[in-house]
């Protein structure tokens, strides 16, 4: 169990981002690797719920696959992002009282895989009223700084709040944005490689600038991400059209700016409350 020091929080508020060697165990990284064949490639979704995002894009280069909200499709990844221990280390980063998971993403990036550009995670969450989240990226290969891993960009959550970028999946320049955000401010750019084996990881603040460069290795980079709101959150009303909110809106009830913990579970909370059945559906895969 990932278990945070007051001085790996510190380095967090500080660098923006905390890098972990072991943030799950190695063995179920690797559980979740070997279901990407089905999941991706053939569409088998252990519960037979189909994820809320399916991204495939084609091309030569090949682009970052992405899949979003795997926990409702298959429990080896439900059991890793829904877990008690993980709501309680991204609330302790994130300074709260409790922590909703927003989304996950499975993300596959082949040799010569595109990049993604650099962004800020909050910037595409602001159709919820506290849009700072805290993310966790876990490698479930081994990573090196050439094989298009997850790269950081030191303190730059202390930059404020840009606007979305206009490429997301394979821009020519990853760099573009961020790079003019800097220079007119006069920041200098700090790249910093998650470099970890299996089971490892970074977690990072929702403004922090982060993407992941063209895969020069010779074998592919799959991950495992998981993006959490405290949980006291409510729908934006005012900017659901904006980011991810006409993705998400979906699960806006009429009339209400109440969050469905069915859709966005609370996985920690000091007082010890979790969505009624997560624990169920985690043991026996019942909705």
């Known amino acids: ?12 508020k ?77 609330a302790q980063l994130g300074g709260w009282s409790g922590t909703r998971l927003m989304i996950d993403n499975l993300l596959w990036k082949p040799p010569q895989g595109r990049s993604i550009g650099f962004h800020q995670d909050s910037m595409y969450s602001l159709w919820i009223d506290k849009p700072a989240l805290v993310s966790c990226w876990i490698a479930l290969d081994q990573t090196t700084a050439e094989g298009g891993t997850l790269v950081y960009i030191k303190g730059s959550h202390k930059w404020g709040e840009a606007k979305p970028i206009m490429q997301f999946h394979g821009p020519e320049d990853d760099l573009k944005e961020v790079r003019e955000w800097a220079q007119t401010y ?4 700090e790249l910093v490689p998650v470099v970890v084996p299996p089971g490892g990881g970074a977690f990072h603040d929702g403004w922090l600038w982060h993407g992941s460069r063209i895969n020069q290795a010779d074998v592919a980079r799959r991950a495992i991400a998981m993006h959490c709101f405290q949980s006291d959150i409510q729908f934006n009303h005012d900017l ?18 109440e969050v469905d913990e069915s859709y966005f579970p609370i996985i920690w909370r000091e007082d010890g409350y979790r969505t009624p059945g997560l624990d169920d559906y985690l043991e026996k895969g019942i909705f």
Request: hydrophobic share 35%; aromatic share 10%; proline share 5%.
């Open 1 to 12: 169990m990932l278990t945070l020091t007051d001085a790996q929080v510190a380095q967090f």
């Open 14 to 90: 500080h660098d923006g981002f905390l890098i972990v060697d072991k943030i799950i165990e190695p063995e179920h990284a690797i559980e979740i690797r070997e279901r990407f064949t089905e999941i991706f490639e053939q569409g088998k979704y252990q519960t037979g719920i189909k994820p809320d995002e399916v991204n495939l894009p084609q091309g030569s280069p090949p682009y970052t696959m992405q899949i979003c909200n795997a926990w409702k499709s298959d429990l080896g990844v439900a059991r890793q992002v829904l877990s008690e221990y993980m709501g309680q280390a991204c």
């Open 186 to 189: 006069g920041f200098e750019l």
């Open 240 to 257: 659901m059209t904006v980011g991810n909110g006409p993705i998400y809106g979906r699960y806006k009830k009429f009339g209400s700016n």
